[in-house]
């Protein structure tokens, strides 16, 4: 089955850059999809389609997906930001959904 | 708006039932795919299942495949997950989400805990 790797942790300064990697074989060629969640909340859409902002979602919130790795990036960290983000895609061979095992981001 | 909600959570033996529900409403609930996702505590999220917009097709995760059946009413707005042989890894907070993938609209969470 396709698994998808995330680093378990990122510490980040306010105002920094934020990067959180999703690696998969040949990620680059499927559509990767990021979610966010705060504790005790749903999870919530943040990027789709590799690079795409859903409404209502900040302009700092930007992706990419090349070859082996996709990435979120948020710049200009926030404390609001701090989340687990999970990263996601659809495995055609397999017919299953596919979350990576998420990243815990922290604004030091 | 479009709103999500499960219910049928709660505490079950080893090896018994729970019938799960989400009632949809805000969208036309009978042209998209729907998923479940779960989430064990303190644990990150997996994807369990979901079933095209007839009920014609579902898929389902492997450790769930023969023991959660997916269903849905267009007519009522409803998608049901039926898990049967419960496990005490099924222990785990079970989100219904719209779409096959992204998920743009998720449900508030049900809990499902298996004990004895």
């Known amino acids: 089955s396709y698994v998808l790797t995330q680093p378990p942790s990122l510490s980040v300064a306010p105002g920094k850059t934020a990067r959180i990697t999703c690696g998969g074989t040949?990620?680059?060629?499927?559509?990767v999809h990021w979610y966010h969640q705060k504790p005790g909340q749903a999870p919530v859409l943040v990027i789709k389609?590799?690079?795409d902002r859903p409404s209502g979602i900040p302009e700092r919130f930007s992706g990419s997906n090349s070859v082996n790795t996709a990435t979120l990036t948020i710049s200009r960290v926030e404390a609001g930001d701090e989340a687990d983000y999970y990263c996601?895609?659809?495995?055609?061979?397999?017919?299953?959904?596919?979350f990576g095992g998420g990243t815990k981001l922290t604004v030091l | 708006e479009v709103q999500l909600v499960e219910s049928g959570g709660g505490l079950v033996q080893p090896g018994g039932s729970l019938r799960l529900s989400c009632a949809a409403s805000?969208?036309?609930?009978?042209?998209?795919?729907m998923t479940w996702v779960r989430q064990a505590p303190g644990k990150g999220l997996e994807w369990v299942a979901n079933?095209?917009?007839?009920?014609?097709?579902?898929y389902y995760v492997d450790s769930v495949k023969g023991r959660f059946t997916i269903s849905r009413d267009n007519a009522k707005n409803s998608l049901c997950l039926q898990m049967d042989s419960l496990r005490g890894e099924d222990t785990a907070v079970y989100y219904c989400?719209?779409?096959?993938?992204?998920?743009?609209?998720w449900g508030q969470g049900t809990l499902v805990t298996v004990s004895s």
């Open positions: 079933i095209r917009q007839d009920g014609g097709e579902k």
């Open positions: 996601q895609v659809w495995d055609s061979s397999s017919a299953r959904g596919v």
């Open positions: 389609y590799d690079r």
């Open positions: 040949n990620i680059g060629s499927k559509s």
């Open positions: 989400a719209r779409d096959m993938v992204p998920f743009e609209s």
């Open positions: 805000g969208f036309s609930f009978s042209t998209y795919w």
